[in-house]
């Protein structure tokens, strides 16, 4: 998992690129696999009981009880009109099921284990379906490697759309990028609204940022990256016209879609286009972004909202942005997984919500937002699982990942 700052925080390796967080958090955390409780409590910014809003209710059940998965990291579907969904495994397989509670089975839709590092925070961390996949067959993942360690954004081609393998010779490669350490590799990708794809990278690791990733324009990593998938002006892509950086003078990458971002893990699209971020925090505080095109959302500067390290940055603090959320270490929530929007038909209650968790403390929240500025927060339950990541399937029903299990969730009415 994450920064190796407090004594708790060396105790053990986690397997993800999430947070910072305890060894103690994770054991609990991977032994708790649902939870039914459900309450009406909001909390400020802080983590602070303010007071009620009206009751949610909501549990999490085992979607798939037979099916158990190695490390999964991503739930997701190929948009393609089948019922197929698809699991990655942190070690780099990618799984392929029915969407059917009754599912016993589950298919290797690909096998890049041998091209793949993975363990602590590396691995296959992102797989995202091109928006014309049922032509092309087209698929996009995000990896590291080691020797030398690195970050790698590759196509793979399914000889058909139904095919129930992938031939990893396929792989055609869209960039890479050197990773200083092991951790804080982002690794999502997804494709938004405009049609293009979207990778979150992290700010190279180690602790504190040591580089100042962040905020070097120059740099791959400690961003939000977007680029056109369609075009070949860059090799196998190209940058989209309206890129906040696309034509610079001043050498800072092209692909940058948005910046100053710490270890954002998770990201998704709401129904209304708005990006939302989950950005792993250092020693305080974990942090909810909306993120705007072109903007720094101040990492190492700042921690959330609070100060963290101003040294060597020529960075203007009225040009941060600030979280539509945080939240404190105190309470034993130190590792956010960013979530997603809900917009299925089960749980009316949750409709227009994000939903996310906290990785250690296994916590699920529900976030409510009326202009995209200010935000209140409710627990839906504690003690969930080890949320690694949040997926949509076939009918836009939720689901979670359950690293410490192996098992798939899914958030149900109470």
Same mark, same amino acid.
């Given at each position: ?53 009206? &009751? ?13 998965? +190695? ?41 890049? $284990? ?16 091109? !928006?014309?996949? @049922? ?52 690794? @999502? ?24 990733? #962040? /905020?070097? $324009?120059? +740099? ?14 860059? #090799? ?7 890129? !906040? ?26 129904? =209304?286009? $708005? ?8 020693? @305080? ?23 963290? =390290? ?15 959320? /945080?939240?404190?270490? +105190? ?14 038909? &089960?749980?009316?209650?949750? $409709?227009?919500?994000?939903?996310? &968790? =906290? ?18 927060? /409710? ?8 949320? +690694?990541?949040?997926?949509? =399937? ?11 299990? #192996? ?8």
């Amino acid at each position: 998992m994450n920064l190796i700052i407090m004594l708790s925080k060396t105790i053990i390796a986690l397997t993800l690129s999430l947070a910072a967080t305890s060894g103690v958090a994770w054991m609990v955390a991977a032994a708790c696999q649902s939870s039914t409780r459900s309450n009406s409590v909001t909390l400020d910014s802080t983590g602070t009981t303010v007071g009620g809003t009206g &009751a949610l209710s909501a549990k999490v059940v085992n979607a798939y009880p037979k099916l158990t998965f +190695s490390s999964p990291v991503e739930y997701t579907h190929a948009n393609d009109g089948t019922n197929r969904v698809f699991v990655i495994e942190q070690e780099g397989r990618i799984r392929v099921f029915e969407n059917d509670a009754n599912t016993a089975s589950a298919g290797t839709y690909l096998d890049i $284990r041998n091209k793949v590092a993975s363990g602590g925070e590396m691995g296959l961390l992102g797989l995202a379906f091109h !928006p014309d996949f @049922k032509k092309n067959g087209y698929f996009y993942v995000n990896y590291t490697k080691n020797n030398p360690r690195e970050t790698i954004v590759s196509r793979y081609k399914a000889p058909s759309a139904g095919a129930s393998q992938v031939d990893p010779a396929s792989e055609v490669i869209l960039f890479r990028f050197e990773q200083p350490y092991s951790n804080h590799n982002g690794g @999502k990708v997804l494709f938004g609204p405009d049609g293009y794809l979207y990778v979150s990278t992290g700010d190279g690791g180690s602790g504190g940022d040591p580089q100042n990733n #962040g /905020q070097n $324009r120059k +740099s791959w990593l400690g961003k939000i990256i977007r680029v056109d998938v369609n075009s070949t002006d860059k #090799g196998n892509y190209g940058i989209p016209a309206d890129n !906040p950086f696309k034509g610079n003078a001043n050498g800072y990458r092209e692909e940058i879609f948005a910046y100053g971002l710490r270890n954002p893990w998770r990201m998704s699209f709401d129904a =209304d286009g $708005r990006l939302w971020v989950g950005d792993v925090g250092q020693n @305080k505080l974990e942090e909810v972004d909306i993120v705007k095109k072109g903007g720094n959302y101040g990492w190492r500067v700042k921690e959330a909202n609070a100060d963290y =390290d101003a040294k060597d940055n020529n960075v203007n603090a009225a040009d941060l942005l600030g979280p539509i959320w /945080q939240y404190s270490h +105190s309470n034993g929530d130190v590792s956010i997984t960013g979530g997603i929007v809900y917009r299925g038909s &089960a749980n009316p209650s949750l $409709r227009g919500k994000y939903i996310y &968790a =906290d990785y250690a403390s296994g916590r699920i929240w529900a976030l409510t937002t009326t202009d995209g500025k200010t935000a209140t927060n /409710q627990e839906l339950m504690a003690q969930a699982g080890a949320i +690694s990541a949040f997926g949509e =399937d076939q009918k836009n029903e939720l689901y979670m990942c359950d690293l410490g299990s #192996g098992k798939i969730l899914k958030l149900v009415a109470n």
